[in-house]
């Protein structure tokens, strides 16, 4: 088992219902197989750096999550698959890593997700 | 400074440059975040390129978890790949 995070990009024509199901599919893709989600914080609508798929927004999803190395591959597929979404990155995490998640999930006045590109 | 004899009409400037530092060593920080922009502009110049070790005074091991950080960010569209006037 390792720990990774998850970063979605998801279109902006996406509703509020339509994101929190994105949201569950992928929570449940990821319990499905064997893994645990730890933490899942959507940062919503967010201004892109440059344009992607000539938008200029997009709706950010960040979610932490332990599973094992197979999983990956899997995950892969339906993001690709899937057309809600503009763009993905799994990134593993370290022990410093998982430890900075930890403090940041506890620490007061410390959200990034506010802050603009 | 007893055994210099010369005097000058001027004090001669002394002002060494501050010597550099790896804020990462002095501040233990261990893990640089790619989703926390703010901190990573402060390693970029007004074009978001990024500054060399020479002037942020990064130690090899930080520089390149800061390069890694930022080319992720870049990847997610949170900082730009070319641009003028950012900060």
Redesign the interface.
């Known amino acids: 088992m390792n720990n990774y995070e998850l ?1 979605v ?1 998801f279109t902006p024509i996406l509703s509020e219902d339509e994101f929190k199901n994105a949201q569950k599919k992928y929570s449940e893709l990821i319990t499905e197989n064997a893994g645990t989600v730890v933490h899942s914080n959507p940062w919503g609508l967010k201004s ?3 344009p ?1 798929d000539k938008k200029t927004t ?1 709706i950010y999803w ?1 979610i932490e999550f332990t599973a094992d190395a197979s999983f990956n591959e899997k995950l892969k597929i339906a993001l690709l698959r899937d057309e809600q979404v503009m ?1 993905h ?1 799994v ?1 593993k995490l ?1 022990k ?2 998982v ?2 998640n930890a403090v940041k999930k506890s620490g007061v006045g410390f959200n ?2 506010k ?1 603009e ?1 | 400074m007893a055994k210099n004899e010369i005097k000058y009409l001027t004090a001669i400037k002394q002002e060494k440059p501050k010597k550099k530092y790896c804020r990462f060593k002095k501040y233990g920080i261990k893990y640089v975040d790619y989703k926390d922009i703010e901190f990573l502009k402060r390693f970029l110049n007004e074009q978001g390129k990024m500054l060399p070790r020479r002037l942020s005074g990064n130690s090899l091991k930080y520089q390149r978890k800061v390069s890694d950080a930022i080319k992720k960010a870049r990847q997610m569209a949170l900082l730009p790949y070319v641009t003028d006037l950012l900060k």
Do not use: N
Request: charged share 15%.
């Open positions: 970063m990009i892109l750096a440059y992607i997009g960040v763009r990155m990134t370290d410093y890593a430890e900075y990034t997700q802050q590109a």
